[in-house]
């Protein structure tokens, strides 16, 4: 069975730019998470998704956006990014209601300039 | 908002000992508690959890226990191996499933060194 996939997997930005994360989940699995991860703050939840619908968001800026499609892919988007905001973004993988574990993808490397 | 504090945040063993990483958490609701192995450019690994109705578990190397009244958990490895080298975090959530099971709090993690 395949992994979770996160593309890019290394991007580069300047300031005030907005970019899209993509994550397709481990196929069958129906819930989607994204965590934000710095030298600084550790691992951070961002929000997380199931059927399309958002279920949960932490604190972070309007900025941060997502969306999940039907097929269970996600999106996550950062508009007017802020050096702050390079970080690695981290996808994880939840099979559905019922279960806990989250497999997380190699995560997008993402550098603010 | 739940807080999970972690320690040590360096750890360093040699080669075949034991190596104990503990966790405290602050909110009582919490009821699952996952622990993930990152190494190097990779994604965390989940190594073992555990539920809240559950006092201890254990998978070859790995145990993980669970004290629900002092509301902290710990990770045990033993025989350690070099390739046990890589941060460890551990983390919990309050999620039931109804609402949600994503929001997993992070500790801030641990970093093993295993000298062969």
């Known amino acids: 069975k395949a992994g979770v996939t996160q593309t890019p997997r290394y991007l580069i930005k300047t300031r005030g730019q907005q970019v899209t994360l993509s994550c397709s989940p481990i196929?069958?699995?129906?819930?989607v998470s994204w965590y934000q991860q710095t030298p600084g703050q550790g691992l951070q939840f961002l929000f997380e998704?199931?059927?399309?619908?958002?279920?949960n968001k932490g604190n972070f800026p309007g900025r941060f956006s997502g969306r999940q499609f039907s097929n269970s892919r996600s999106e996550m988007n950062v508009s007017t990014l802020e050096l702050g905001d390079s970080a690695l973004y981290l996808c994880?993988?939840?099979?559905?209601?019922?279960?806990?574990?989250?497999?997380f993808g190699p995560g997008t490397r993402l550098t603010v300039l | 908002g739940e807080n999970v504090e972690q320690h040590p945040s360096t750890l360093s063993v040699q080669e075949g000992d034991s190596a104990v990483i503990k966790c405290t958490y602050s909110?009582?609701?919490?009821?699952?508690f996952p622990w993930y192995k990152q190494e190097l450019g990779k994604g965390p690994q989940l190594i073992i959890d555990?539920?809240?109705?559950?006092g201890e578990k254990k998978d070859q190397r790995i145990a993980v226990t669970l004290n629900k009244t002092a509301k902290h958990f710990s990770l045990h490895i033993t025989e350690t191996q070099p390739e046990d080298s890589a941060v460890y975090f551990c983390?919990?959530?309050?999620?039931?499933?109804?609402?949600?099971?994503?929001?997993?709090?992070f500790g801030q993690g641990t970093i093993l060194t295993v000298h062969p």
């Open positions: 909110d009582s609701a919490s009821n699952y």
């Open positions: 196929s069958g699995h129906r819930s």
């Open positions: 983390a919990a959530t309050t999620g039931t499933g109804g609402t949600s099971y994503g929001k997993l709090t």
């Open positions: 994880a993988s939840i099979p559905g209601q019922g279960a806990r574990e989250q497999f």
């Open positions: 555990i539920r809240s109705n559950v």
């Open positions: 998704y199931f059927s399309e619908t958002q279920r």
